[in-house]
T-cell receptor
Framework: QKEVEQDPGPLSVPEGAIVSLNCTYSNSAFQYFMWYRQYSRKGPELLMY????GNKEDGRFTAQVDKSSKYISLFIRDSQPSDSATYLC????????????FGRGTSLIVHP | EAEVAQSPRYKITEKSQAVAFWCDPI?????LYWYRQILGQGPELLVQFQDESVVDDSQLPKDRFSAERLKGVDSTLKIQPAELGDSAMYLC????????????FGEGSRLTVL
């Protein structure tokens, strides 16, 4: 079993829908949680960053961490065709080198 | 806006040939990473540098892969000889010294081995 599990999709939604993307993990030492967005043939770009449990909101994006369930989510409100991309979750432990472990990514398609 | 620069963007080579990728991190970023991303998978770490020193190269196939960051700034990743299974995107990322996992990625180098 991989440390970070993420459904690859694809997830296809109509424009304006609320999107929910999720990851589960097995390493209880993870404290830092990130979401990266990767457009086709491009490098990942950091979208959201949270520490420990709780919610964080940035515009149309909300990141949620539930450490008790080892489950993280990214919500996208009022989804747009420009949100079509692969969304990678990543997480890291405190101390040491903080090297993030990535999920395999979920492909999101928002159609007009 | 500061960026991580990588070259070449695309490389096609035949198996058993040598390949090299170059990365210039964001100015002032002490930590540099090389990741490999196979199509449909998440990035997997190959090597991490802190300044010019290797921090973690446990997943680097050292019989054919090498990486260096001689002056603690730019870095080169080499594959010799290339094998069919090396076809992937090679991503370079950098982070500040106070990094807690926030990485800034370059656009990647797409390698195809024929």
């Amino acid at each position: 079993q991989k440390e970070v599990e993420q459904d690859p999709g694809p997830l296809s939604v109509p424009e304006g829908a609320i999107v929910s993307l999720n990851c589960t993990y097995s390493n209880s030492a993870f404290q830092y949680f990130m979401w990266y967005r990767q457009y086709s043939r491009k490098g990942p770009e950091l979208l959201m960053y949270t520490y420990s449990s709780g919610n964080k909101e940035d515009g149309r994006f909300t990141a949620q961490v539930d450490k008790s369930s080892k489950y993280i989510s990214l919500f996208i409100r009022d989804s747009q065709p420009s949100d079509s991309a692969t969304y990678l979750c990543a997480m890291s432990e405190p101390g040491g080198s903080y090297i993030p472990t990535f999920g395999r990514g979920t492909s999101l398609i928002v159609h007009p | 806006e500061a960026e991580v620069a990588q070259s070449p963007r695309y490389k096609i080579t035949e198996k058993s040939q040598a390949v090299a990728f170059w990365c210039d991190p964001i100015s002032g970023h002490a930590t540099l990473y090389w990741y490999r991303q196979i199509l449909g998978q998440g990035p997997e770490l190959l090597v991490q540098f802190q300044d010019e020193s290797v921090v973690d190269d446990s997943q680097l196939p050292k019989d054919r892969f090498s990486a260096e960051r001689l002056k603690g700034v730019d870095s080169t990743l080499k594959i010799q000889p290339a094998e069919l299974g090396d076809s992937a995107m090679y991503l370079c990322a950098s982070s500040s010294r106070s990094n807690t996992g926030e990485l800034f990625f370059g656009e990647g180098s797409r390698l195809t081995v024929l």
